[in-house]
């Protein structure tokens, strides 16, 4: 049975300023972005079609400002929404904490939308180009939760090799180190599979059913091992809040990568 380590939340200090994990995690996340999207406009099927390195930048802003406002909202609405109607300018006050990934995503197909109209896209071929740039963000993420200790599972077999003691939980029992099973499965292994899926052309809008189909199954798993939020518990047939968020997803990633497979290739 381990401990967790108890990592300084601090990574650096700079004089008065402090350098927190999650924030190296976040800067982590925008940087692969970059990388993985500038590899993604030079495949042939996006270069013929006048995507540049400033697009991918420009997604990256959108995407920043869909992830923040979307992911702050949907915390808000989807987790807390008596406690904000009682205490409205807290929904400003991001630093106390509070995200959620289902408002961010919701956020950030809104700012693709955006995008697209703008520069005169297609949404889905906008969503598909960005897909497999997202999980390695979703991994840097569930990285920095477990460093700082937060979001734990539930309890586990004592007898389990990876069993792990979260004393910020406030009990000595081991629980499953959680965060660690998203890392894997919505980070490295959803990662994984859509980057193999891309490597040749796909029609439009499959890469993006797959994301939502592949984040969504991932998810619903690895609540099983997540502690739920104590002003939530578990809600209808013993799911998590997480799992019924996860259900829309995979329905609507099926019904797009099966309305994208009947069509005709563009």
Known sequence: MWVHPQFDPIALRLGPVAIHWYGLM????FGMFLYLAGRRVQQPQYAQAGWSRRDVDDLLFFGVLGVVLGGRLGYVLFYKP??????????FAVWKGGMAFHGGLLGVIVAMALFAKL???????VTDLIAPCVPTGLAAG???NFINGELWGRF???????????PQSGSPEPRHPSQLYQFLGEGLFLFTLLWLYTRRPRLTGQVS?????????????T?????PDDFLGLRALQLSQGQWL???????????WLWASRRPAA
């Open 142 to 144: 569930r990285l920095g």
């Open 156 to 166: 586990a077999d004592p007898s389990l090799p990876w069993a792990m003691v979260f």
């Open 26 to 29: 976040y800067l982590a996340a």
């Open 209 to 221: 059913g797959l994301f939502l189909i592949g984040y969504g199954a991932q998810r619903f798993v």
């Open 246 to 256: 996860s259900l829309p997803m995979i329905v609507a990633g099926l019904a797009i």
């Open 223 to 227: 609540e099983f091992f997540r502690q």
């Open 119 to 125: 520069r005169g896209r297609r949404f889905f071929e």
């Open 82 to 91: 008596d406690y904000y109607i009682d205490h409205l300018l807290e929904v």
